[in-house]
């Protein structure tokens, strides 16, 4: 199927060339447009994708389309696009944080054949978390196609959009604070004499790591905790520091921050 992707920018690229990356899209069978002609140029020069002329002509041409412009920018694209879709009914793949089903829907004016996507910045490295979300219009082949275009460029679940502002936190706001950690670790190490690309590149590895070896054993983590804890060494007494000072506690308060600002904007 022909995909389109209206939007070039950061998060459109990191898709585009996870897509082509992993070899499960051929790149003419993948084109984009964006206002900004350098953003399309790039991408076009590194991946040997097509390019339209117009967002009207994306449509006109593709069996898919992904709205990958910014929010405030999503009106107008719709409006632009808007009787392309009705007459052609392609599969729109709207990315646009904060966006619903239904505000979506209300944009067009009428019920297009939509799935909602949520990835998040790790795509960048091809590790993206992603959630997805279709309407009633969506069928089993274009979930199938929906699921291997977010498997390009990580790891994707099906999720009710009830819980997307819930999972906009945990996949969206989290690898903060991820970075958080990896970085405190590393200015540890620091402070014990390391240089910091050295202690940084240990601390991130290690994460890496650690998170890999939860998803591939499906082992619950306080298991693993047990796993590294030997009776009276450092490992306990590090994990004992952890707890003295309030770390469960103050993951749970960034999670509960980030949501209640979500449901204020």
């Not at 632009?80 to 052609?88: A, F, H, K």
């Not at 498997?151 to 679940?157: K, L, R, V, W, Y």
């Not at 014990?192 to 070896?213: C, D, N, P, W």
């Not at 590294?228 to 000072?245: D, M, R, Y």
């Given at each position: ?61 593709c069996d898919v389309v992904v ?112 970075y958080m950690f990896i970085d ?82």
């Open positions: 199927m022909k995909t389109g992707f209206i939007g070039a920018g950061n998060m459109a690229g990191a898709i585009l060339r996870g897509a082509v990356a992993s070899g499960s899209f051929a790149p003419g069978d993948l084109a984009a447009f964006d206002l900004d002609s350098a953003k399309t140029d790039v991408l076009c020069r590194d991946l040997g994708i097509g390019r339209f002329a117009s967002a009207q002509e994306l449509v006109s041409g709205l990958a412009v910014k929010p405030k920018s999503f009106p107008q694209v719709i409006s632009e696009i808007r009787s392309q879709v009705r007459e052609r009914m392609p599969l729109v793949i709207s990315i646009a944080a904060g966006k619903t089903i239904g505000d979506i829907q209300n944009f067009f004016g009428f019920e297009p054949t939509l799935v909602r996507v949520m990835p998040n910045i790790n795509a960048r490295a091809g590790a993206s978390m992603s959630a997805y979300c279709p309407n009633a219009r969506v069928t089993a082949a274009q979930e199938e196609f929906v699921c291997r275009l977010l498997s390009s460029f990580g790891q994707s679940m099906r999720l009710d959009e009830d819980f997307f502002p819930l999972f906009g936190v945990i996949a969206g706001s989290a690898p903060a604070f991820a405190a670790l590393a200015r540890a190490g620091v402070r014990h004499g390391m240089a910091k690309q050295q202690a940084l590149r240990i601390a991130a590895q290690t994460v890496r790591g650690s998170a890999e070896l939860i998803l591939q054993s499906g082992e619950h983590p306080w298991s693993l905790i047990d796993a590294v804890c030997s009776p009276g060494g450092t490992t306990i007494e590090g994990i004992a520091a952890l707890q003295e000072h309030g770390m469960d506690t103050a993951v749970m308060k960034a999670v509960d921050a980030a949501i209640e600002k979500d449901a204020k904007i």
